[in-house]
Each structure stands twice: as C-alpha cells, then as structure tokens.
Nanobody, 124 residues
Framework: QVQLVESGGGLVQNGGSLRLSCAAS????????MAWFRQGPGKEREFVAA????????KYADSVKGRFTISRDNGKRMQYLQMSSLKPEDTARYYC?????????????????WGQGTQVTVSS
C-alpha cells in the first residue's frame, strides 16, 4: 500500500507560478510511475503529467506542455509539479497518483493509489 499526500496548492494570479509536492509513504516508491491529475468544477478528472521511476521521458498533457514540469526524488519519496504561466483554466483540484508499470500513463483507471488532492485556483 502507498499513501500519498499533496501540498502546495493555493490562490495565484493569472501568469503566476506554484509548486505542488506529493509525499509518499509505504510501498517501494521507486517502482511506481507517478503522475498528476486534476479535476475542475463540473469536469472529469484529467491527466496532467507522468514520470517513470528513472525520471526519463516524462509525459505531459498538451494543455500544460511548456508550462508545467514534473519531477521526482526517489530518495526522498517525493514527487513535484512546477507550474508556471498559470491560467484561469488551470483552476482545479490536483491529485497525486501512483501506478505499477505496464498500463496506460494517461488513464485514471491505471492508477491504484491516489492522494486527497490540493486545490489550485488561478484568478483572472
């Protein structure tokens, strides 16, 4: 079992930056693909970014490419999402997720473990 706890959300102005963190406990952190998803008001949960155990070839949703950067520190059992040039449409609750290898990185059902989420609100 893996427990995930997100932090770092908040209120930020249009064009601002935030850094989200996800702390993992339990399980073997380095074996998991880690990801960020988000869910806006009245919307389905959607993929944001994912990163494999070696941190090579991270994957991003087209809507955040060039603005968001995902990273992880296996020694500290941490995952991060650096968000820049934030837009009002980025407003959502952001979730940290973990999955085993061999399943789609962008699909919600692929992920076995989820945090409670952290709210990000971007004002216009």
């Amino acid at each position: 079992q893996v427990q995930l706890v997100e932090s770092g959300g908040g209120l930020v102005q249009n064009g601002g930056s935030l850094r989200l963190s996800c702390a993992a406990s339990g399980g073997t952190f380095s074996r998991y693909t880690m990801a960020w998803f988000r869910q806006g008001p009245g919307k389905e949960r959607e993929f944001v970014a994912a990163i494999g155990w070696s941190s090579g070839s991270p994957k991003y949703a087209d809507s955040v490419k060039g603005r968001f950067t995902i990273s992880r520190d296996n020694g500290k059992r941490m995952q991060y999402l650096q968000m820049s040039s934030l837009k009002p449409e980025d407003t959502a609750r952001y979730y940290c997720a973990a999955k085993f290898l061999g399943t789609s990185e962008v699909e919600v059902p692929s992920y076995a473990y989820w945090g409670q989420g952290t709210q990000v609100t971007v004002s216009s």
